[in-house]
C-alpha cells in the first residue's frame, strides 16, 4: 500500500527556515519522480519542486528564487523539502506527491498518482 507522511511543518518568523520531510511506504523513492506541491487557503495547489529519480532537480520559477531546496534520502525513503528565508506569501499547506509516468516535472497535479496529507507551514511577519 502506498503511503505519504509529510511532518517538519509548523509556525515561524519572517526569515525563519523549517525542513519538511515526507515518509515513505509501501514503495521505494528512489524509483520514482517526486514532488512537493503547496496550497494556500483559497488558492489551487502549486507546484514547488521535483527531484527526478537520478537526482535532478527543478523548481518553481517564480517565487522559490533560490530558498527552497529539495533532496532525497534512499536509505531513509523519504524526501525533503528544505525551505529558508520564508515568507508570509508561503503560509500554505505543504503536499509531497509522486509521479508514475514520465520522469519529468510537471507543473499539473494531475500528473501525480499519490499524494501525502500535507503539513502546514505558516509564516508570520
Same mark, same amino acid.
Given at each position: 500500500?502506498? $503511503?505519504?507522511?509529510?511532518?517538519?511543518?509548523?509556525? !515561524?518568523?519572517?526569515?525563519? #527556515?523549517? $525542513?519538511?520531510?515526507?515518509?515513505? &511506504?509501501?514503495?521505494?523513492?528512489?524509483?520514482?519522480?517526486?514532488?512537493?506541491?503547496?496550497?494556500?487557503?483559497?488558492?489551487?495547489?502549486?507546484?514547488?519542486?521535483?527531484?527526478?529519480?537520478?537526482? #535532478?532537480?527543478?523548481?518553481?520559477?517564480?517565487?522559490?528564487?533560490?530558498?527552497?531546496?529539495?533532496?532525497?534520502?534512499?536509505?531513509?525513503?523519504?524526501?525533503?523539502?528544505?525551505?529558508?528565508?520564508?515568507?508570509?506569501?508561503?503560509?500554505?499547506?505543504?503536499?509531497?506527491?509522486?509521479?508514475?509516468? !514520465?520522469?519529468?516535472?510537471?507543473?499539473?497535479?494531475?500528473?501525480? #498518482?499519490?499524494?501525502?496529507?500535507?503539513?502546514?507551514?505558516?509564516? &508570520?511577519?
Amino acid at each position: 500500500q502506498v $503511503r505519504l507522511v509529510e511532518s517538519g511543518g509548523g509556525a !515561524v518568523r519572517t526569515g525563519g #527556515s523549517l $525542513r519538511l520531510s515526507c515518509e515513505a &511506504s509501501g514503495f521505494t523513492v528512489g524509483w520514482y519522480g517526486m514532488a512537493w506541491f503547496r496550497q494556500a487557503p483559497g488558492k489551487a495547489r502549486e507546484f514547488t519542486a521535483y527531484i527526478t529519480r537520478s537526482g #535532478s532537480t527543478a523548481y518553481d520559477s517564480t517565487y522559490v528564487k533560490g530558498r527552497f531546496t529539495i533532496s532525497r534520502d534512499n536509505a531513509r525513503n523519504a524526501v525533503y523539502l528544505q525551505m529558508n528565508n520564508l515568507q508570509p506569501e508561503d503560509t500554505a499547506v505543504y503536499y509531497c506527491a509522486r509521479r508514475d509516468l !514520465v520522469d519529468v516535472a510537471t507543473y499539473d497535479p494531475r500528473g501525480y #498518482s499519490y499524494w501525502g496529507q500535507g503539513a502546514q507551514v505558516a509564516v &508570520s511577519s
